[in-house]
């Protein structure tokens, strides 16, 4: 079975620094990986997801991921966070396949100050 | 475009109690999931529905849960009796078919057991 790991649980960064959350998963075969976000109150949302191609995969608001498949890795980087990216952040990876099962990371709160 | 509808937003009982929870996902897909998010983990899948039928319930706890979509449409939740460890947040997606793209989350049903 597959898992996920986030190494960071709670970041801090001012305005306009960059960003960069971790995200390992385990599983040999081939995998569809995503990045959530849950602002506060609100359902989680879908930021991006790679399933094949290009490993440097853009989302909205600005974020980005790369997948390095010999790290295992799929990191989400924002080159310069705001204020409104205050949120907690979940990797979440599946098999490729229909009707696999979608394992969650245990997040990653991201607290920015002004 | 119209979200996952859940209800209630916030429940609390005490436990062996029991409790069920509504969720109607977007219409049109065939896929539903409940999943648990237990406070500082990620969600867990609970119970996946394709139409009115049970894919994968493997991680629901049968003594104690259960789950039905009868119509392949709105589904509920339903747990009795309930343990503590119950309080979570019970999450509610949808997608269009059986192979997750990205899902659509409902807002969850906040469960506190005392």
């Known amino acids: 079975a597959q898992s996920v790991s986030q190494h960071n649980h709670h970041v801090i960064l001012s305005e306009a620094a960059s960003l960069e959350l971790g995200c390992n998963y385990s599983?040999?075969?081939?995998?569809?990986l995503f990045w959530y976000v849950q602002y506060p109150g609100q359902h989680l949302q879908l930021l991006l997801k790679?399933?094949?191609?290009?490993?440097l995969v853009k989302g909205i608001k600005g974020f980005e991921a790369e997948f390095i498949k010999s790290k295992f890795s799929f990191n989400l980087r924002k080159p310069s966070v705001q204020w409104s990216d205050t949120a907690e952040y979940f990797c979440?990876?599946?098999?490729?396949?229909?009707?696999?099962?979608?394992?969650f990371g245990t997040g990653t709160r991201l607290q920015v100050t002004l | 475009e119209a979200g996952v509808a859940q209800s209630p937003r916030y429940k609390i009982i005490e436990k062996r109690q029991s409790v069920a929870f509504w969720c109607n996902p977007i219409?049109?897909?065939?896929?539903l999931y409940w999943y648990q998010q237990i406070l500082g983990q990620g969600p867990k899948l609970l119970i996946q529905?394709?139409?009115?039928?049970?894919?994968?319930d493997s991680q629901l706890p049968k003594d104690r849960f259960s789950a039905e979509r009868l119509k392949g449409v709105d589904s509920t939740l339903k747990i009795q009796p309930a343990k503590l460890e119950d309080s979570a947040v019970y999450l509610c997606?949808?997608?269009?078919?059986?192979?997750?793209?990205?899902?659509?989350f409902g807002q969850g049903t906040r469960l506190t057991v005392v």
């Open positions: 997606a949808s997608s269009l078919d059986s192979a997750w793209t990205g899902g659509i």
């Open positions: 599983y040999g075969g081939t995998v569809n």
């Open positions: 790679y399933f094949s191609g290009d490993p």
């Open positions: 979440a990876v599946n098999t490729a396949g229909t009707a696999s099962k979608l394992t």
């Open positions: 219409s049109g897909h065939a896929t």
């Open positions: 529905f394709q139409n009115n039928g049970v894919v994968d």
